[in-house]
């Protein structure tokens, strides 16, 4: 590690029979928290999700035991009372355990209901944050999620379908202006997002963008309005892991190149609407 990494003291130290629960961020490993990077060093076992780049599973000990247990939406391939049992078992066993989430483990991570079942079993958890996709997808895009006088403030919501089909959130304030609004897992329920906020009152013209495999290699911004974006998904076959975004900031720097790799470049940055 550098020298600057090693001027920073360790809180914590994952002990055997103990679980570290972390995020891992949204993919690039410069993304990753010091804390978690030291986590990730000293893992004898790692059970990791999807959401988890190959880049960041490179980091991990060679000798580290690897579980991988799944979870895309609809079907994980380790139901949760699975990976609860499996964490608590390598626990048991007195090995170190990593449990490696994509973005934050508490951000539509589940990540408190595995802590749960491992303190009631007496097991100790530390707990370490990554950065969420919201945040770190939209700023690689270059959106701002809040912007003096454009969004006062931000909502992450879930977009994920109940068993039985419905999607109930609350419109009305998610529609008003002068937010953000991101939808994780929202893929599949676009059109029904689409529909409930323009019919709440937000408008079809507000600008709106997806954002697939952020902060990756090949992390794909595709940027329109909320009534354009379903056309966008179909045209591009666009797949999970994606954000929706909605709200004025979308369109804060006005260029086609802008923010792929967390980079603005002065002269491609067309329009910037500077905050009054
Ligand atoms: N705990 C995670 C979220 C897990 S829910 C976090 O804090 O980021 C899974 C959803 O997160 C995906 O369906 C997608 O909407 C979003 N997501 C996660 N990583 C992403 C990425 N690299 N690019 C775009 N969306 C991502």
Request: aromatic letters at 6%; hydrophobic letters at 40%.
């Amino acid at each position: 590690m550098s020298k600057v990494i090693e001027k920073i003291p360790a809180k914590g130290q994952l002990q055997p029979g103990e679980v570290a629960l972390v995020g891992s961020g949204p993919g690039d490993p410069e993304l990753l928290t010091i804390k978690v990077l030291r986590f990730i060093e000293q893992a004898e076992v790692a059970i990791y999700d999807r959401l988890v780049s190959d880049e960041i599973m490179a980091l991990l000990p060679a000798d580290c035991e690897k579980y991988y247990v799944g979870k895309e939406q609809a079907k994980h391939c380790v139901p949760q009372d699975g990976i609860n049992k499996m964490l608590a078992e390598q626990a048991l066993l007195g090995k170190r355990v990593l449990r490696l989430k994509g973005g934050d483990p508490f951000v539509f991570g589940r990540g408190g209901e595995e802590a749960e079942h491992l303190l009631e079993q007496g097991i100790n958890c530390h707990i370490a944050s990554g950065v969420t996709a919201a945040s770190a997808c939209t700023t690689y895009a270059g959106i701002p999620l809040t912007h003096r006088g454009v969004a006062q403030g931000c909502t992450f919501i879930t977009g994920h379908l109940q068993n039985d089909g419905q999607l109930n959130l609350p419109w009305t304030s998610l529609a008003a202006g002068g937010q953000t609004v991101v939808f994780y897992m929202g893929i599949n329920s676009l059109p029904t997002i689409s529909k409930e906020l323009v019919a709440h009152g937000r408008s079809a013209d507000t600008p709106a963008a997806l954002i697939r495999n952020g902060t990756r290699e090949n992390q794909e911004t595709y940027r329109g309005t909320l009534g354009s974006l379903q056309e966008l998904v179909e045209k591009h076959n666009i797949k999970p892991p994606t954000l929706i975004v909605i709200g004025e900031v979308v369109n804060q720097f006005d260029s086609k190149n802008v923010g792929t790799l967390g980079y603005l470049k002065a002269d491609e940055c067309a329009k910037i609407v500077k905050a009054s």
